[in-house]
T-cell receptor
Framework: QKEVEQDPGPLSVPEGAIVSLNCTYSNSAFQYFMWYRQYSRKGPELLMY????GNKEDGRFTAQVDKSSKYISLFIRDSQPSDSATYLC??????????FGTGTLLAVQP | GAVVSQHPSRVICKSGTSVKIECRSLDFQATTMFWYRQFPKQSLMLMATSNEGSKATYEQGVEKDKFLINHASLTLSTLTVTSAHPEDSSFYIC???????????FGSGTRLTVV
């Protein structure tokens, strides 16, 4: 079993839709969770960072962590074509090593 | 914000040659640099962790004699792929912890093609 599982998609939505991206993890030692956006042939860029359970909102993006169920989510409101990218969830603990999900390819259709 | 500058962005080399990839932290001190490899349509896989002034720690299955890592200063870490083979063709990305709240900054990646 992978430590971080993510549905690879692809996911195609119309412009303006609400997008829900999800990951599950198996290691109870993970303390912080991140979402990265990666455009083709580019390095990942940090979107959201959350520590422990709860919600965090930043503009159109909301990250949610439920440690009891080991479930992390990213919601994108009013999705735009420019949001089309691969979204990677990641989790880390005391070792500072990040474990990544496989990434979900999102396409927002104009 | 924090920036990690990675070069080259793309390199094509012949089988058997060596390639060096550089990552520089531009506005912070990168005590630790993480090196990842990403194959097409796959996630980032951690290869090794380098700490300034000490030997790198390699993940299981990664050949330390093939992937040489040097972290001689707080702003520069290098990965050298020695005696490259076509199966080493991949996207290599470096990352460093840029703040105390778990913010990792990634380089822009290096697309290595071995022919």
């Amino acid at each position: 079993q992978k430590e971080v599982e993510q549905d690879p998609g692809p996911l195609s939505v119309p412009e303006g839709a609400i997008v829900s991206l999800n990951c599950t993890y198996s290691n109870s030692a993970f303390q912080y969770f991140m979402w990265y956006r990666q455009y083709s042939r580019k390095g990942p860029e940090l979107l959201m960072y959350t520590y422990s359970s709860g919600n965090k909102e930043d503009g159109r993006f909301t990250a949610q962590v439920d440690k009891s169920s080991k479930y992390i989510s990213l919601f994108i409101r009013d999705s735009q074509p420019s949001d089309s990218a691969t979204y990677l969830c990641a989790a880390g603990g005391a070792t500072n090593k990040l474990i990544f999900g496989t990434g979900t390819l999102l396409a927002v259709q104009p | 914000g924090a920036v990690v500058s990675q070069h080259p962005s793309r390199v094509i080399c012949k089988s058997g040659t060596s390639v060096k990839i550089e990552c520089r932290s531009l506005d912070f001190q990168a005590t630790t640099m993480f090196w990842y490899r990403q194959f097409p349509k796959q996630s980032l896989m951690l290869m090794a962790t380098s700490n300034e002034g000490s030997k790198a720690t390699y993940e299981q299955g990664v050949e330390k004699d093939k992937f040489l890592i040097n972290h001689a200063s707080l702003t520069l870490s290098t990965l050298t792929v020695t005696s490259a083979h076509p199966e080493d063709s991949s996207f290599y990305i470096c990352s460093s912890l840029s703040d105390g709240r778990g913010g990792y900054t990634f380089g822009s990646g290096t697309r290595l093609t071995v022919v």
